[in-house]
């Protein structure tokens, strides 16, 4: 009897932790929409807008690490599941224009390698990787 309790109680807690997770676009009203706005567009000349840059950073490796490492996301309070789906979320609802064939989502482990490294150098990193990627 004691062990059923014992398992009962690991289940509700578990239940209950389960309750208290947010869905993606909940935690962008708490976290991100603040400043980027409720459809992502930002402020102009103060917080970058999401909406063409989420699908052309997605794309590539060194753009992925930068979107994890922006200092709103590298020291958000989520954990790195949360930020994981997060971003998907962003990718797939923020974005003005379709994320490239084979996107690859974002996951735990690839959040937990990058955000203990913010960058410094925000700006002039977004702006050389988007020219990258558009050839501009």
Known sequence: MRAQLAL????????GNLALAYQPAVNYQLNCMGCHLADGSGE????????RSMPLL?????????????PGVAQSPLSDEET?????????????????????EFSAAE??????????????????????????
């Open 111 to 136: 959040v937990q390698r990058s955000r203990p490294h913010p960058l410094a150098r925000v700006r002039q990193t977004r702006r050389r990787l988007l020219q990258d990627s558009t050839g501009r």
């Open 8 to 15: 009962a109680s690991a289940l509700l807690a578990w239940a």
């Open 58 to 70: 997605s794309g590539s490796p060194e753009g992925r690490d930068y979107i994890i490492r922006v």
């Open 84 to 104: 994981a789906a997060l971003l998907n979320w962003m990718a797939r609802n923020l974005s003005d224009s379709a994320l490239a064939p084979g996107f690859v």
């Open 44 to 51: 102009r000349d103060r917080v970058p807008s999401l909406r």
